[in-house]
């Protein structure tokens, strides 16, 4: 049973091109998760999303920031016009059941985007 | 708001020895789950133990243990039996219930810890 993929691992950007981190979740997990681990700090959560919702953004930047979770095919959070302070490791988690569940999160291995 | 501290950045441990990593939280949720994640310097994040709120016993998975204090409000983590192999960041997070912010996890700011011989 495949974990949870991220791709790429790592990822280049000069400043004010755009970024595109995809996550596929764990077989039969519905529910996905996003964080930023900025250089010497913990994960900080930033969307919550099911199969074609988006149902906690609370931890989102308000600009330039996306995310999706379509029918079919992988999460996908899109950073526009990237800037250095966007350098960070992102981690994509996956569960299978829905808020209120407490089920654990499993960790994809991240995506590490350097913004030059 | 929920919110996790720890307040130790490093640690140092002999192998072969116990070793205590710190971690408080404050939530207003009657319902919660405690979280405890590794980090190696490779970066991936390896989930370690559970604790729920309601759980009566401590939660153990091998060498490590989780030493629950409810009314302290604090969850701390036991390795025991160090080894060269658990030289990492340690994080705990917590995750709330349905007025805490559900699923989504809130983590402090990490343990390192260095095993040395």
């Known amino acids: 049973n495949a974990g949870v993929m991220q791709n790429p691992r790592h990822l280049v950007r000069r400043r004010g091109q755009e970024a595109r981190l995809r996550c596929s979740p764990m077989?039969?997990?519905?529910?996905v998760y996003w964080y930023r681990q900025l250089p010497e700090e913990g994960l900080k959560f930033m969307v919550y999303?099911?199969?074609?919702?988006?149902?906690?953004e609370s931890g989102m930047p308000k600009e330039r920031f996306s995310a999706e979770f379509p029918k079919e095919g992988p999460s996908i959070l899109r950073i526009q016009q990237v800037v250095r302070g966007d350098s960070a490791a992102y981690f994509c988690?996956?569960?299978?059941?829905?808020?209120?569940?407490?089920?654990?999160?499993?960790f994809g291995p991240g995506t590490r985007l350097t913004v030059t | 708001a929920q919110k996790i501290t720890q307040t130790q950045p490093g640690m140092f441990v002999q192998e072969k020895e116990a070793v205590t990593l710190d971690c408080t939280y404050d939530?207003?949720?009657?319902?919660?789950?405690l979280f405890w994640y590794k980090q190696p310097s490779s970066g991936e994040m390896i989930f370690l133990i559970y604790q729920g709120s309601y759980d009566q016993q401590n939660a153990t998975e091998g060498r490590y243990s989780l030493n629950f204090q409810k009314a302290r409000k604090s969850a701390n983590l036991v390795i025991s039996a160090s080894q060269l192999g658990d030289s990492a960041m340690y994080f705990c997070?917590?995750?709330?219930?349905?007025?805490?912010?559900?699923?989504?996890?809130?983590f402090g700011t990490g343990t390192q810890l260095k095993v040395e011989l």
């Open positions: 077989k039969g997990h519905s529910h």
């Open positions: 988690a996956s569960s299978p059941l829905a808020q209120g569940d407490f089920y654990e999160q499993y």
């Open positions: 997070a917590m995750r709330g219930g349905f007025t805490g912010g559900g699923n989504k996890l809130t």
């Open positions: 939530t207003s949720d009657p319902s919660y789950g």
């Open positions: 999303l099911q199969k074609e919702n988006i149902i906690d």
